[in-house]
């Protein structure tokens, strides 16, 4: 008896404090980065009235959350409300966000503190007197060089009163974000695509006269435009006229948007504008070339060049620990066993490693670069999309492997190391060593390489031949080090047999190099191209194997002109097998179809990747996976097995009705090569989830786990 008039008292005390005081905050919830609570504008809400409450976030120093278009990356927060029958929450009044640039990226966000408001309105029939528990679920990305998942359930008490009054502690605050808030205002605006220049023309009252230093335009669409291009401004009478540059929306193949809609953020204001095709009146000014501009209301990082240039040195440094690597790991690691204990020679061996890095990386670069100029949808890791290439790299990899095991020498060796190491200079064998370490690693991209890339293959040659020159410094710097740091060379053993011992163990990995480059070509151009292939290797290896042997007749002073010339004919006729199978066989169906899917492991089945099969499977509300990859991609194929085929993901997939679509690179496809560019890459890998509710969607990391995927799909699928 006693306690329930305890819990009667309680009730009482806390309707009447609701009733003297207004609404009842919940706890601030501290999620890692960011406290968020509820707060409210008014003290309560009249029965069918309206309330606009606030999610409240303080996002701790240099990170930030993300607008309702993210831009280049990113996801917009998202609130899930809990309410009794009856009540309604309309949608978030976003603020005008920020512009946060990561390298080449540019994305629209939110640093320091933010207010997002929710009109919430009760029913008619709603009971003064009473209190609505307010909860809600809020899911948002939080990010500074890395991005984080968060969420936090907040909540908020809010009384039924027949006449609200404002908050005393939140209702000037959050009337202060509304009246900041973009809203129409009677702008007229028209848009015409013009060449590779979009042109949007803004007039009106509110223009004429204001300060429009600074305009910029947020499109509410993630494909309207390139967002990290730089929006060109020229001023008018009665307005301006932005120049931007087109996005997918409008270059994409498909039907011309009939609208382009977003904020358009001056120092005067911002509001909300939308387009429709049309003439740029005189009125809003000329139509000059974009020009670099400072965005309203500032920004969040740097980038530009500088950003670009180190984002390229750091991935080529992260480029030496991903799988591509690994298969000429051991001619880097036999190169500096031959010099370990001679100083100078090491540094050499270093410097003119970094000459081959640097020489490939350019000279791949720009043929690049003059293959895009010709109209060519290729990116980066195009060499290992012909089968030609392909074909001559397995080879190249077997006669390396053969070196390496000691069946004919180059010199001292291909990759100077062996018993008469310390007598030769070896720069060509560690120029080689350098060339061949690119062009087999290069094509798969690594974290910070990816986006640094997407930036060089949008600006003028000289700056994207700068961005790969970084890229080629990060990736020889490892190696380089070594080489002038005495020390850790002097942690090897002295020079002796171990070093040919070591060799020719070092060959096996050559020798899987092949065997995966021969696997890659039978994708590309099939299985009786890949039988033309295995007899060119094994011409190739005779002609190897009889080459050491004429090295050791003229070793013994014997004549050897019959076995090198034999050797010369057989290693031509190797080559022009391989050449001819890969120029005469048609290439096989491995992408998955749509009327077959495939297995991406034990029950996980692959579709084909499509733009359309992507807006169909959106419009259907389910959550999407696609995994942009290549049979030569090795990271691509690591990802797959690792990340891909477990039985938790294939649950996860079934659970949230998602769908795991695959778009092959492996072969040069132009449609494949556009959506890349879309989401600013050039290369693979590449993972985007389309969330279910439409929203932007999301990329996830170049290396995979399992756990990483499953969260990605139960977030996409909520």
């Known amino acids: 008896m006693v306690l329930k008039k305890l819990v009667l008292a309680l009730q009482a005390l806390l309707a009447a404090t609701l009733l003297a005081g207004g609404a009842l905050a919940g706890p601030v919830v501290q999620s890692g980065h960011i406290e968020s609570e509820l707060v409210a504008q008014d003290t309560g809400v009249a029965p069918g009235g309206m309330v606009y409450v606030a999610l409240r976030q303080k996002i701790i120093p240099e990170w930030h959350t993300y607008w309702r278009n993210p831009g280049d990356a990113g996801q917009a927060t998202k609130i899930t409300w809990t309410l009794p029958a009856g009540w309604s929450a309309g949608d978030i009044v976003w603020p005008t966000p920020t512009t946060a640039k990561l390298g080449p990226l540019l994305d629209y966000a939110y640093e320091g503190e933010v207010l997002l408001p929710v009109p919430i309105t009760a029913p008619a029939d709603a009971q003064i007197g009473t209190t609505l528990s307010l909860t809600a679920d809020v899911f948002y990305l939080v990010c500074k060089d890395i991005c984080v998942p968060e969420e936090a359930k907040v909540s908020l008490l809010l009384p039924v009163v027949a006449t609200p009054t404002a908050d005393p502690k939140w209702g000037a605050v959050v009337g202060e974000a509304l009246a900041k808030a973009p809203k129409p205002a009677g702008l007229k605006a028209v848009f015409k695509l013009d060449g590779q220049t979009l042109k949007l023309a803004v007039t009106g009252g509110p223009l004429k006269g204001a300060d429009l230093a600074g305009a910029y335009f947020f499109p509410y669409s993630p494909k309207a435009i390139e967002h990290a291009a730089a929006q060109g401004v020229d001023r008018g009478p009665e307005g301006l006229t932005l120049a931007l540059k087109p996005g997918y929306d409008f270059v994409g193949g498909g039907a011309a948007p009939s609208e382009l809609a977003g904020v358009l953020a001056t120092k005067a204001g911002a509001w909300e504008v939308s387009a429709t095709p049309g003439e740029p009146p005189a009125a809003a000014g000329g139509l000059a070339p974009p020009v670099e501009t400072k965005p309203a209301g500032g920004g969040a990082g740097s980038g530009g060049l500088v950003g670009a240039l180190l984002f390229a040195f750091v991935g080529g440094l992260i480029l030496n620990l991903m799988p591509c690597v690994f298969p000429v790991l051991s001619m880097k690691a036999a190169s500096l066993a031959g010099h370990a204990h001679h100083a100078a020679k090491a540094r050499a061996q270093g410097l003119v490693f970094l000459l081959g890095v640097v020489a490939t990386f350019l000279a791949l670069a720009g043929v690049l670069l003059a293959v895009r100029a010709g109209g060519a949808a290729v990116g980066w890791g195009f060499q290992l999309q012909s089968p030609v290439v392909v074909a001559g790299l397995a080879l190249l990899m077997l006669l390396v492997a053969l070196n ?58 000289l700056v994207a031949l700068a961005v790969f020159l970084a890229l080629a410094l990060g990736f020889a710097a490892p190696f380089v080090a070594v080489a002038f740091i005495p020390g850790l060379l002097k942690l090897l053993p002295r020079p002796g047999a171990w070093m040919d011992v070591l060799k020719k163990g070092l060959a096996f990995p050559m020798y899987g190099a092949a065997l995966w480059l021969a696997w890659v070509f039978a994708q590309q151009a099939g299985p009786l191209a890949l039988g033309y292939l295995l007899a060119a290797g094994v011409l190739a290896a005779f002609a190897a194997w009889l080459h050491g042997l004429a090295q050791a007749r003229r070793a013994e002073g014997k004549p050897a002109m019959v076995s090198t010339v034999v050797a010369l004919l057989a290693l031509a006729g190797a080559l022009a097998i391989a050449g001819f199978g890969a120029l005469d066989a048609k290439a096989p169906t491995t992408a998955p179809s749509a009327a077959g899917p495939t297995q991406a492991g034990p029950g996980l089945a692959a579709e084909a990747w499509s733009p359309e099969k992507v807006k169909a499977l959106r419009a259907e509300g389910r959550p999407v996976l696609v995994d942009f990859t290549a049979a030569w991609c090795v990271t691509c194929q690591v990802n797959e097995k690792v990340a891909l085929s477990g039985s938790k993901v294939v649950e996860a997939f079934k659970a949230r009705n998602a769908v795991y679509l695959k778009a092959d690179w492996t072969n040069r496809d132009p449609v494949i090569a556009k959506a890349l560019a879309e989401f600013g890459r050039v290369g693979v890998p590449l993972y985007v989830v389309y969330p279910k509710n439409g929203g932007p969607p999301v990329i996830l990391p170049q290396l995979l786990t399992e756990g990483l995927v499953i969260e990605a799909i139960e977030k996409a699928g909520t």
Do not use: H, R
């Open 404 to 461: 390496m095991s000691g069946v004919f020498e180059i010199g001292t060796s291909v990759q100077n190391v062996g018993a008469e190491a310390s007598s030769k200079d070896g720069a060509a064998g560690a120029f080689f060593t350098g060339a061949l370490a690119v062009v087999v690693a290069a094509p798969c991209t690594a974290p910070f390489m990816a986006g640094a890339l997407g930036y060089a293959l949008t600006q003028p040659p």
